[in-house]
């Protein structure tokens, strides 16, 4: 009789109401994701917001008053013909390095796709520089990029062959960092394309050699539509990376010889911390918050539909 009574009750006592359920939802989100928004907003858009607002003052870091010179500063980094060459430079690197970064790594994952003898142990070797600081793998390559006793000097002089000056002639110096650059990220890039590759249904491959594909037909209808979603990705980061390069630079050559290999990044260290123009090194920050902002909602709103989700 008792429990029947209990029963009763808990029946009739009534269970929260849609509004209160939507309130504890939101308080569980608030409580959940406020820290890491709470964060993000302190070390990511306060920054960009400060950036900004010095991008129209004149400032040295060490003036108590900041003096508001409205689009002065935009003026001066627009009409400099090194800024010009800066902008140049940053898409060079952008283009030489994403474009050889995709064309290697993919190449070497079809290599190591395959069941060759020793590939785990190519694999990890490979995937080694990505893991080392940029300012490390730099340090290796101005050796091996010395013309005197350098590595590269080693290889070449049995064929009588000079190499350039790569880090003091402006001519090679670029190449020189894209180099640098493809090397560091190719690991990264090849690790992404194997699994991707793995991925692929193999009875996809099985069904278009029955149909009579050839290898070439095969990588062109199968393995390229079944890894355009990875290769988006890798194209989007790979820009990222590439606008992010600033220890390669710094240690490889410094912004030099003149300024041949600096971008937008370094053009902001030095107009920031070496020339102490505030306002120059944050109208630098806008334009690359902008080029990337731009660049990200082309490919989010064109690329991406050229792309298939499903292999």
């Known amino acids: 009789m008792a429990q029947a009574l209990g029963r009763s009750s808990a029946a009739a006592t009534p269970g929260p109401s849609r509004v209160q359920r ?75 390095g994403v474009c050889f970064t995709l064309i290697f790594g993919l190449a070497l994952a079809l290599l190591l796709n395959q069941r060759l003898a020793g590939r785990d142990a190519a694999r990890s070797v490979l995937f080694a520089p990505y893991m080392l600081s940029g300012a490390a793998i730099a340090v290796v390559w101005v050796y091996i990029f010395d013309p005197t006793y350098g590595l590269l000097r080693t290889l070449l002089s049995p064929f009588n062959l000079v190499p350039p000056n790569w880090l003091r002639d402006s001519a090679w110096a670029m ?11 190719l690991g990264y890039t090849m690790v992404i394309f194997l699994a991707g590759l793995q ?89 690359q918050f902008l080029f990337l902002f731009v660049v990200t909602l082309i490919q989010i709103r064109y690329v991406e539909r050229r792309v298939t989700y499903s292999a």
């Open 22 to 96: 939507e309130w504890r939802d939101w308080l569980l989100f608030i409580l959940l994701a406020g820290p890491n928004l709470l964060m993000f907003a302190i070390f990511n858009y306060r920054p960009l917001i400060y950036n900004a607002w010095l991008s129209f003052h004149e400032w040295d870091f060490l003036a108590p008053v900041k003096i508001y010179v409205g689009f002065e500063n935009y003026v001066d980094v627009l009409t400099d013909p090194h800024f010009h060459r800066v902008v140049r430079n940053t898409l060079v690197l952008m283009g030489g």
């Open 199 to 287: 991925a692929i249904p193999r009875e996809l491959y099985e069904a278009a050699t029955t149909d009579g594909a050839n290898a070439w037909e095969r990588f062109r209808h199968v393995t390229i539509p079944g890894l355009a979603p990875i290769t988006f990705f890798l194209l989007i980061t790979g820009i990222l990376a590439s606008f992010q390069t600033f220890d390669l630079i710094h240690v490889l050559t410094r912004g030099g010889p003149v300024d041949a290999t600096s971008n937008l990044l370094y053009y902001l260290y030095e107009q920031g911390f070496i020339g102490f123009h505030a306002g120059q090194a944050g109208v630098a920050a806008v334009f």
């Open 175 to 185: 190449p020189a960092v894209i180099i640098v650059y493809t090397w560091k990220h």
